[in-house]
């Protein structure tokens, strides 16, 4: 998968298929709901529940190595944090939006290879 460094997340729990599905699996459930509670934030322009989806989706996104989109929701937990306009924090949520979709889009993808490759 393009979107994910593997080998990141495979330093991270090791080179169990079906761990790495795990985690994966976790990540698909939770991050449409993080999303969610983001742009909630930002429609409220309430800084702190920006902050708090945002330092959530860029852990999760660290985790796993998805890198692009752990940078987006960095910046926009800084933004957030120094009360910046919400058109910037907007703009990129709106950059965070697209990578997430496409991860998630390929990501069932990913896990079938990791199953095969666990049997």
Do not use: Y
């Not at 991050?31 to 409220?44: F, I, N, S």
């Not at 919400?86 to 079938?112: F, K, Q, R, W």
């Amino acid at each position: 998968m393009k979107h994910l460094d593997l080998k990141h997340l495979r330093n991270i729990v090791g080179d169990n298929p079906e761990f790495l599905v795990q985690v994966l699996e976790i990540f698909l459930k939770s991050a449409p709901r993080d999303l969610a509670g983001l742009h909630t934030g930002v429609g409220e322009r309430d800084p702190e529940v920006i902050r708090f989806h945002a330092h959530k989706l860029k852990s999760a996104c660290g985790a796993i190595g998805f890198n692009s989109a752990f940078d987006c929701f960095k910046r926009i937990e800084v933004l957030a944090r120094a009360g910046d306009p919400a058109d910037e924090i907007a703009a990129e949520l709106s950059a965070a939006d697209v990578l997430c979709a496409s991860c998630i889009g390929d990501m069932p993808g990913t896990i079938n290879e990791l199953r095969q490759a666990g049997r």
